[in-house]
Nanobody
Framework: QVQLVESGGGLVQPGSSLRLSCAAS????????VGWFRQAPGKEREGVSC????????YYADSLQGRFTISRDNAKNTAYLQMNSLNPEDPAVYYC???????????????????????WGQGTQVTVSS
């Protein structure tokens, strides 16, 4: 089973950008669908985005309003989440998860599959404060 390590979180000011990385070991990340989730204190975990193994299908939560972009570099065994225009609604621990899915198209249902059956990293903290 693939092991995942997230990095790239930190403390930034509102309006800033961050790029999170999800590095995989013990497996070929290109075989997996990858998703990003976040959980803020006192809130339920939220599915943010996911990308198919072939990179040709992506899903984003409506709440992001087009500010985040998911990508992957299978040659580097790494997936990314580019986050722009960070605002006070975005602070959370961000997690990546990976799983094998049968469909080449990712949807909100894919996020649930990853949440329930995927391999997870330990998370990286994102804080937005002026």
């Amino acid at each position: 089973q693939v092991q995942l390590v997230e990095s790239g979180g930190g403390l930034v000011q509102p309006g800033s950008s961050l790029r999170l990385s999800c590095a995989a070991s013990g497996g070929i990340l290109g075989d997996y669908t990858v998703g990003w989730f976040r959980q803020a204190p006192g809130k339920e975990r939220e599915g943010v985005s996911c990308i198919s193994s072939s990179e040709d299908s992506t899903y984003y939560a409506d709440s992001l309003q087009g500010r985040f972009t998911i990508s992957r570099d299978n040659a580097k065994n790494t997936a990314y989440l580019q986050m722009n225009s960070l605002n006070p609604e975005d602070p959370a621990v961000y997690y990546c998860a990976a799983g094998v899915t049968l469909s080449g198209t990712v949807t909100e249902a894919t996020m649930k599959l990853l949440a329930d059956f995927g391999s997870w990293g330990q998370g990286t903290q994102v804080t937005v404060s002026s």
